[in-house]
């Protein structure tokens, strides 16, 4: 087992971790200590959170094709930083080491690959604070007197044996070299380009990648070892992986048993070898039967193992289950009939059995597990025989009404049920969930079976969680988890607006009602003022009359004459007509890339007053970029502003405009901005203002600028949120007219001071 351990979505080496699972048959996994909410987002407008939930089903994308498995700490990504010092500030640097310590202790790696040296070389303070927690980790997670209360929530302490660090940078240092570019008979591919193809998974960070052909090969550097012999570099060099040395643990009056099934197991897996890829196709089967048989009687005789044994056996008998249903043509498939259920629905689910093989599954059996309240009804069974079989060719189905109760937990992400306490999530008393990329589904079916072999019945078992399959007429069959979601929810548009002080005209704040409950939905909708505001009209009557219908409701709010600035939060609340409120609306996450999830916000709109003064009449055209809401904010202003699609930013002409904004990273993404920017140099120098808001590396080399500008690489920054900003020219009209700014206006740049600044100038 190999655990690499970085900081942030995409700082894996995804070309070894590929090579170790697929080629050498390596368990492997990734413990980011972040899940990227810092970064930005080239897909959509997420951020924060829901950038985190987009990177984290990234992450789990990637891993499903490099084959390893995904972990997490609790540290947010707070955005970029310099030192580690400032990055083991937020984190608080113990509470970090026991999350590192709980995965390291949870998977049991016997190799820690450090992507980061822990040292300012790693540049970006995050990667520096990975680097510490990896040596930190090496030392700490076999010492039973370090975080001593994990062992009461069931890991044992346990030392990596050996422990290397990723030579990217300095490849000079590598003691050990990994092929990953050889050709896979069965890939049809090497490691390399499969490894290519899970780096693209992360398209949120513009990470797309070529996937070419011939030689690669990642470089280790040793670091530690405690094999006692460290001048051998072989990555499993001293490192006894064979199943013979997982039973050494075994207690000595209970090892002959076990080792005995061991090395027929041994015999049955080379068996089935042989026979793998042969005329008849399910020829493993009977081996592979034999296999699971006797890893069932070496777990029953196994007594009491050490935690190396069971972490094997458990993990070899998951496979070897795998792999004979696989082997015998047997696949499940749970439908539920509804993709967004609600608390005191009733859903209809299908356990599905296909089995396309052809032995006869006897005493089948399909069922479901559901969390603790809800209960589950059987309906009807069809394809399965009187006598409980599925025969060959037949498809079994066993159908069950799932009664979700009233009080059911929705699908929030465990790590977003509470708020943060800064850049640090906090996480249930549920240990089963540290750590993990998200919740298990509350629903798995299951199904058990008994084939017939020459040892006996051998039960069978498989399991898959619930989920709904559509089709959509354009791109056919598809598949969504499903997600429990309240029966009505409440948002507000804008969530955000800013108010000039003085402005006495009103506004309108929407509220959208969605009702997801089954049958017709009946309240009233009300939007809470802040003191010093009045709201009319007082309330909404809401009848809602079909699942999915949805209604919006405007509300006018007026400032008081003594309203002073700051923060004035608008609540928004459904009561309905059992007189239960609902306060929250949620957005589903959901790109076809990654699992979809669900974000939670209250219904509520926050409005800064401020005193700013904008000239009457003021026209504005407007190129996006990857998304902002710079439109809505210079419009909540009092400005006109226009949208500036393709065609008119192609036609070059920007004449009616007093001002032209370019969104952010709008030469990254607008091939017509890219096309027409002479056009846009020539509006400037005849008279007309061209604001362009950050842009990365494209901008520089493409000569963009109206004159000759460079950005390093990396690109210049300054990273410290306290940073002291200071105005180098105080009488620049800039800075007076017409509105006087300040240092006390850069308060709240919290993330960043600034990035990408240019590094030479004209």
């Known amino acids: 087992r190999v655990l690499m351990i970085g900081a942030h979505p995409d700082d894996e080496d995804t070309s070894l971790l590929a090579s170790l699972s697929r ?43 490099d084959g390893g498995r995904q972990f997490f700490t609790r540290a947010f990504d707070f955005g970029y930083s310099k030192r580690a ?17 709980w995965v390291v202790r949870s998977f049991r790696p016997h190799v820690i690959v450090s992507v980061f040296r822990g040292e300012p070389s790693d540049g970006h303070g995050q990667h520096q604070a990975a680097g510490i927690m990896a040596r930190e980790v090496f030392e700490a997670a076999g010492d039973p007197s370090r975080f001593p209360e994990q062992m009461d929530r069931g890991v044992e302490a346990g030392a990596p044996v050996k422990m290397y660090r990723v030579s990217w940078r300095r490849p000079s240092e590598a003691t050990t070299l990994i092929e990953t570019g050889s050709y896979d008979r069965l890939l049809g591919r090497s490691d390399y380009q499969l490894a290519m193809e899970s780096r693209s998974s992360h398209r949120s960070q513009d990470m797309g990648a070529p996937r070419p052909m011939g030689p690669r090969a990642s470089g280790l550097s040793l670091m530690a070892a405690r094999t006692g012999s460290p001048e051998d570099m072989g990555l499993l060099a001293g490192i006894d992986t064979t199943l013979v040395g997982a039973a050494h643990g075994l207690p000595t009056d209970e090892g002959t048993t076990p080792r005995v099934h061991e090395e027929a197991y041994r015999d049955a897996l080379a068996d089935a070898w042989d026979r793998f890829g042969g005329p008849d196709p399910f020829a493993v089967v009977e081996p592979l039967q034999a296999a699971l048989h006797h890893l069932y009687a070496a777990e029953g005789a196994s007594g009491r193992a050490d935690a190396e044994w069971r972490t094997v056996l458990d993990r070899k008998i998951e496979v070897a289950r795998r792999a004979l249903l696989s082997a015998a043509g047997v696949v499940i498939d749970v439908r539920a009939e509804d993709d967004l259920v609600t608390p005191g629905q009733v859903v209809r689910v299908n356990v599905q059995v296909w089995n396309g093989g052809p032995r006869t599954l006897q005493s089948a059996v399909g069922a479901l597990s559901v969390p603790a309240g809800w209960a589950v009804e059987e309906v009807t069974t069809e394809g399965v025989a009187p006598d409980g079989s599925v025969g060959p060719g037949t498809l079994g189905t066993w159908a069950y009404d799932v009664i979700i109760p009233p009080d059911a937990d929705l699908s929030s992400l465990y790590f977003l049920r509470e708020e943060r306490e800064g850049p640090w999530y906090r996480w249930p008393d549920d240990s089963a969930l540290w750590g993990l990329p998200r919740d298990p589904p509350p629903v798995e079916g299951h199904f058990r079976a008994t084939f017939t072999t020459p040892h006996g019945g051998l039960d069978v078992e498989g399991e898959e969680a619930w989920s709904f399959v559509g089709v959509n007429p354009a791109r056919g069959e598809y598949r969504r988890p499903v997600l429990v979601v309240p029966e009505l929810s409440v948002g507000t548009t804008p969530g955000g607006m800013i108010w000039p002080q003085g402005s006495s005209s009103p506004r309108s704040i929407t509220v959208s009602v969605r009702s997801e409950g089954k049958g017709t939905k009946r309240g009233h909708v009300a939007l809470t003022a802040p003191v010093g505001w009045t709201v009319s009209p007082q309330r909404y009557d809401v009848e809602l009359d079909a699942e999915g219908s949805e209604r919006s409701f405007a509300f006018e709010v007026h400032p008081g004459s003594g309203v002073a600035p700051g923060q004035h939060a608008f609540q928004a609340v459904v009561v309905d007509e059992k007189g239960k409120r609902f306060e929250e609306g949620y ?96 509006y400037a120098r005849e008279g007309g203002t061209v604001l362009v808001q950050y842009q990365q590396y494209v901008f520089s080399r493409g000569n963009f600028a109206p004159y000759p500008v460079d950005m390093s690489r990396p690109a210049r920054r300054v990273a410290d949120q306290t940073a002291e900003v200071t105005v180098l020219d105080s009488e620049a009209p800039v800075f007076t007219t017409p509105n006087a700014i300040s240092r006390d206006d850069f308060q709240g740049w919290v993330q960043e001071r600034g990035l990408y600044f240019m590094g030479e100038w004209d």
């Open 23 to 65: 080629r050498f048959g390596a368990e492997t996994a990734y413990l980011a200590l972040t899940r990227g909410e810092g970064g930005q987002n080239l897909i959509g407008p997420e951020l924060w959170e829901g950038l985190g939930i987009i990177r984290t089903g990234e992450l789990e994308t990637a891993r499903r094709l």
């Open 85 to 101: 010092e400032e990055a083991l500030t937020f984190w608080p640097r113990e509470e970090l080491l026991h999350d590192v310590v």
């Open 587 to 682: 957005a589903v996450i959901d790109y076809e890339h990654i699992e979809r999830s669900t974000l939670y916000a209250p219904a509520r709109s926050e409005v800064s007053v401020f005193p700013v003064e904008v000239a009457d009449e003021l026209r504005v055209g407007y190129v996006m970029g990857t998304g902002d809401d710079g439109p809505a904010v210079i419009r909540q202003l009092g400005a006109h502003v226009d949208l500036l699609d393709a065609e008119v930013v192609r036609g070059g002409d920007f004449s009616s405009y007093d001002v032209v904004v370019v969104g952010v990273r709008a030469y990254e993404t607008r091939e017509d901005l890219r096309a027409a920017n002479g056009q846009l140099l020539d």
